[in-house]
Each structure stands twice: as structure tokens, then as C-alpha cells.
């Protein structure tokens, strides 16, 4: 079964949706751009998934290790995700501050859908997922850009066989079907593809895209 991530929520009933609609994770930003919240922010925003089965993931820039450690525990994310300064020291100095899962984004180049240098090197520095995003000059995500589904499999095919690989880059209901056809990832994870406007999310469209998301299963 191919896990769902809803990222940059900033409204209570979004993340509240997505739990209903059975998404395992839930977003919020840090990183910047027209999503961020502060942690208490994001600390409502998430409320209404305290014990339920669905993970929280703050999704940071390129702050240090301390700062995003104490930002994840004043959100009070389960998770952090990296979209931007990934490296072994700073991979080494988070996990000594965090304990929570870490996932590190992987800057994709859509030319040849190869992820940018020895993708499987971050399981061993306490990763626990990788994520593939299309790589964009001076952007940390966010771009609506999409990969080669087809040239990118070999990759998550690899990459899986050491731990988690999460698919991002431009899906929305329209497409993420035959990303899940073709690439297999362990987890999709969506934000402007199902929105009305930057930050608030679509109903129907999360609906869409859950029930695409299944189809690709098949």
C-alpha cells in the first residue's frame, strides 16, 4: 500500500481531512515561502491529530541541527523533514538532538532523474526515508515540477531495498496515478497539487488524489 503525505497544511480542518481520509502523514512548513508557519501555528494546526495514526513532519530549510530540534518540540512534530542543507555532520548533529524519524529531501535533476549524489549514504546517517523532488535552481521544493515516473524506478527500486523512499514533485490527482504505476515509491506526498490557493487545500481534490493514489495500487 502506497502511503499518502498531505504537506503544507496551515488550517486545522485540512489536517483534520486528512486524517479522515486515511493520509499516514501530515505537513507543515518551516522552510519558507507562502506556507510557513510559526510553531504555534503549527502546533493548532496539527491538535486534532494527537492520537491518531497519522505522523506530523516539519519541513525545514537550512537552520542548524539545535534550531530545528527545538522548533520540531515547540510544533510538536513526531518528524522533520530536510529540504535543504542536508549533510552528514548536520545529519550526525540532529539525531543528536532529535529523535524523532528524519527524512531528507533529495534534489532530483528532471534531465536525467538521478538523485544527486550517493542517495542511499543518508539510511546510514539516521535517516529514515528519502525524498525525491525535481531539482530547481535557488528552490527547496515546492515547484510543481515532475520527474521521468518511468527513469526515476530503478532508483526508488534501490533505494527501497535500504529504506523508505517518498515521491514528491508536481503530483496531483490528475497524474499521480501513473506515478504510482511507474515509480512504486513507498509514500506520494502532495501539497499545491491539491489546492485552491497556496496554503488551503481543496476538498474534493484531496479526495481525488486519495482515490488516484489507489488506483495506481492495482
Known sequence: MTDIKFCGLTRPEDAALAAALGARFAGVIFAGGPRQLTPARAR???????????????????????????????????GVQLAGGVSRDHLIAL???????????????PATSRP????????????????????????????????????????????RGVGRVVLAGGLRPENVQQAVQLARPDVVDVSSGVESAPGIKDPERMRAFVAAVRAGEV
Open 44 to 78: 493548532e494546526v496539527l491538535a486534532g491529530l494527537r492520537g491518531r495514526d497519522v505522523m506530523s513532519v516539519g519541513v525545514f530549510g537550512g537552520q542548524a541541527a539545535a534550531a530545528i530540534a527545538e522548533m520540531a518540540a515547540d510544533a510538536g512534530v513526531d
Open 95 to 109: 539525531r543528536q538532538s532529535f529523535s524523532g524519524p528524519i527524512w531528507a529531501v533529495l534534489h532530483t535533476d
Open 116 to 159: 544527486a549524489g550517493n542517495a542511499s549514504e543518508w539510511y546510514h546517517y539516521g535517516c529514515e526515508a528519502v525524498v525525491l523532488d525535481a531539482a530547481v535552481p535557488g528552490k527547496l521544493g515546492g515547484t510543481g515540477m515532475t520527474l521521468d515516473w518511468a527513469a526515476l524506478a530503478p532508483a526508488v527500486a534501490r533505494l
